[in-house]
């Protein structure tokens, strides 16, 4: 059976064996038979430039927006830092902002999941993702919200062992997919 419904995602950390790309191949794996998923990397965008927007845009920036126009969803994953989310992934916001008011992700259901080593789970940066999308005029579904804590004691070589953390997971995924893409 071919795909039908297609998701896009990324998570907001370039280190390789990072809690967030763990985080976003488990939501992925969570995903029911009929839908597709494909991994976008962030860190193979440039630094975001408002002057590269008035030529060509750089091939990554392009194939990266092509992705996500081509989606039905986006899930993102991402760490806190310093009380925030990642400087890379605000990068890779902003190019998926442009042109405002028209960008890909205008309107397109978004799942984001935060996590952290501490006992908060980096739901501070959630606050900041938030806001980002809303100002992207993303579609955020009323419920709860995805946190993390103590990501630390629950990924272990490279695979997420918690089976509560495992069945909140499943359960926000097939929310998300109910409220947004099975109508």
């Known amino acids: 059976m071919s795909a039908s ?12 064996q990072s809690y967030s ?6 939501m992925a794996e969570k995903l029911p038979e009929g839908y597709a ?24 920036v392009v194939a990266f927006r092509e992705t996500i126009t081509h989606s039905d969803a986006v899930f993102i994953t991402l760490p806190e830092y310093n ?21 890909c992700m205008m309107h397109k259901p978004v799942l984001f999941a935060s996590e952290s080593e501490g006992a908060l789970g980096g739901v501070r940066s959630l606050y900041q993702m938030r806001e980002t999308l809303s100002s992207m005029l993303c579609y955020l579904p009323p419920m709860p919200e995805i946190v993390i804590t103590h990501v630390n004691t629950k990924i272990i070589d490279g695979r997420l062992q918690d089976s509560g953390t495992q069945q909140f997971l499943q359960k926000s995924v097939d929310r998300f997919l109910q409220v947004t893409l099975q109508k």
Do not use: C
């Open 21 to 26: 790309k763990v985080l976003l191949n488990e």
């Open 37 to 60: 998923f494909t991994a976008l990397d962030i860190g193979a965008l440039p630094h975001y430039n408002q002057d590269l927007e008035s030529g060509d845009l750089p091939v990554s």
């Open 83 to 103: 009380h925030g989310m990642p400087g890379v992934l605000k990068n890779a916001l902003d190019w998926l902002s442009r042109p405002a008011f028209a960008s």
């Open 5 to 16: 419904k297609k998701i896009s995602g990324f998570a907001g950390s370039l280190r390789t």
